[in-house]
């Protein structure tokens, strides 16, 4: 009985693991045979957990939802990190789950064993997180769109651009990318016929599933660096490039990926970025307290030879050039 109790955990953890697995796959796997297999699986579902089995020689067997949630089989180092994981959530960029987070956290604390609570007590009390800017999302939407992405359908929801204008808008959604800040995906616009990046927390109803779609080629095969290019330059009327006289690493711990896109160039780094406003980043990189050079557009030297002549004038350097006007330079 214990025999058979225990293969009933290990095949439970082999279904939770991986979307679908066949018969000879699972037999294999355990050691037993596929007569078997059918077996523990009939016990499983008298248990009351849904699986589900597709006929034919691609077909196989898949642990689906039901309407209890099954125990989850998981190791010292799965369990950990789920703990901490809930412990960051609740102060996470996700709305709305804060207070369920602390309850699910309550109860795997319980049920850790003796050795796993000392080492998750001793990481938690050595972590303090500062409170963010996040912009919140309503989990349901990330549910919603990740399902539609996994099932290839397309989604329907009203959004709100950055210039507050609103509208509804159909696409089909391939990826979702976490910038730390934001949550944005990535999807064919099939109004506009072109891809676009969307903001999470800007999608105003619930998505809609609608019909399935058949998937497209990616825009870039990094989509990690295509959504951050859309986000820091794309959408901005100045592309601003600069060369900051700082190895990558130091200027990374200060610039985030939300803000700018870096590449190291030797012991230098190559920071390029958008903004709507020249005066923006004049004052954003003054205050880095890096030597930089302005390598694009025109534009933003002109800018900032403006903004130097100004600043030298407050202190007391000298009278303002010659033919200039002596007020701030108009935002561009």
Do not use: C
């Amino acid at each position: 009985m214990i025999q058979t109790s225990a293969r009933l955990l290990q095949l439970l953890s082999l279904l939770q693991i991986r979307r679908e697995w066949t018969g000879p796959a699972l037999a294999e796997r355990m050691q037993v045979t596929e007569r078997t297999i059918r077996r523990d699986i009939g016990k499983l579902r008298t248990l009351g957990y849904p699986i589900h089995a597709s006929p034919g020689i691609a077909g196989g067997y898949q642990l689906g939802a039901g309407a209890e949630l099954p125990p989850l089989l998981l190791d010292d180092d799965e369990a950990l990190a789920v703990a901490l994981g809930l412990g960051a959530v609740a102060a996470g960029p996700v709305a709305g789950i804060g207070e369920s987070s602390v309850r699910a956290l309550a109860k795997l604390e319980q049920v850790l064993p003796s050795r796993l609570r000392r080492r998750f007590a001793a990481l938690k009390n050595t972590v303090t997180t500062l409170p963010s800017d996040a912009a919140p999302v309503d989990p349901l939407q990330l549910t919603a769109i990740s399902a539609a992405i996994t099932d290839h359908r397309e989604l329907s929801f009203d959004y709100t651009k950055a210039d507050g204008g609103t509208g509804r808008r159909l696409v089909e959604p391939y990826r979702l990318v976490d910038t730390g800040r934001r949550w944005y995906f990535v999807a064919w616009d099939t109004d506009r016929e072109d891809w676009r990046t969307f903001r999470a927390d800007r999608i105003s109803s619930m998505p809609t599933e609608r019909k399935r779609f058949v998937p497209r080629q990616l825009p870039a095969k990094d989509i990690a660096a295509y959504v951050q290019e859309s986000i820091t330059r794309s959408p901005y009327k100045y592309d601003v490039v600069v060369r900051l006289h700082a190895p990558l690493h130091e200027v990374a711990a200060i610039v985030g990926p939300q803000t700018a896109s870096l590449r190291a160039e030797g012991e230098r780094t190559i920071l390029r970025a958008g903004w709507d406003r020249l005066d923006t980043p004049a004052a954003h990189l003054a205050t880095l307290g890096m030597d930089f050079e302005i390598l694009a557009p025109p534009e933003f030297r002109d800018h900032a030879r403006t903004v130097a002549q100004r600043l030298i004038q407050a202190a007391g350097g000298g009278p303002p050039a010659a033919g200039e006007d002596e007020r701030l330079p108009a935002q561009q």
